[in-house]
């Protein structure tokens, strides 16, 4: 994701579920608003794949309060990263891409853990683009703030809600992650739920169970996409694979 990135490893005990942290804290104290403050640590010009059917460009948005052993943007998670675009002259290069993009689409990192994202997307929305996020689901009252300004939403799930801490490393995180899946199921916006599986966590019986649970949500669909190991926090992940049934 963004050529800018600066891969980081470092292991994570098998214990992950006894050792995740507190949920996260509310960045809201320690951001600004101001979409100039928006903090972004990378950049694709164009892309086909990012916003079904729409040219786009990709926005990465820095900070994320989980740690997820098969996260491979490890640069982006620190919130306040020195390795920065500057998201006014972001916004000065998609002017210039207006007519040749359909859509800008936010990533992470957390797009939802900077409170200057809603008005970052207002500023594209105003240039005609449509608009997009990648998101863990991380902050759902935001994301209910979010969702009208937006015209399509990539959800990544990632496991059923009580196993989430063995993933992320952060306690209860399944709760939010669940409650944006249903607010968005709810609202009805074109969405794509996604489940990024490592065979030594996520069992096929359990995927099974995922979908059961989304689909009570009206959500039909959920795209499980292969964990790409070679560079994720947990590099355990990548030399010592095991089959859970
Ligand atoms: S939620 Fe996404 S960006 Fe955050 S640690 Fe997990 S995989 Fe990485």
Redesign the pocket.
């Known amino acids: 994701m963004g050529s800018r990135r600066v891969w980081q490893v470092f292991t994570v005990s098998s214990t992950a579920t006894e050792m995740a942290k507190e949920p996260p804290p509310d960045f809201e104290k320690t951001h600004s608003k101001m979409p100039e403050q928006l903090r972004v640590g990378g950049f694709t010009p164009f892309t086909a794949i990012d916003f079904p059917g729409a040219l786009s460009a990709v926005v990465f948005c820095q900070g994320?309060p989980?740690?997820?052993r098969?996260?491979h943007?490890g640069s982006?998670?620190p919130a306040t990263s020195d390795d920065l675009y500057q998201w006014p002259q972001l916004l000065h290069h998609l002017q210039q891409r207006q007519g040749l993009l359909d859509a800008i689409v936010f990533s992470?990192?957390?797009p939802t853990a900077q409170p200057a994202l809603e008005n970052a997307i207002n500023q594209v929305r105003a240039l005609g683009f449509k608009t997009g996020l990648h998101t863990?689901g991380?902050y759902p009252r935001r994301l209910a703030k979010l969702i009208p300004k937006l015209h399509w939403v990539g959800l990544?799930i990632k496991a059923l809600p009580q196993n989430y801490p063995a993933i992320?490393n952060v306690r209860h995180s399944g709760t939010p992650a669940w409650e944006s899946a249903r607010l968005l199921a709810e609202s009805g916006i074109p969405l794509q739920v996604r489940l990024t599986r490592h065979p030594s966590l996520t069992t096929e019986k359990e995927i099974a169970q995922i979908r059961t649970e989304l689909q009570k949500l009206g959500i039909n669909e959920l795209v499980v996409q292969k964990c790409n190991t070679e560079n994720c926090l947990d590099q355990a992940l990548h030399s010592n694979v095991i089959h859970r049934q």
Request: charged fraction near 20%; aromatic fraction near 12%.
């Open positions: 994320c989980w740690r997820c098969y996260c943007n982006l998670l992470g990192g957390e863990a991380i990544d992320t």
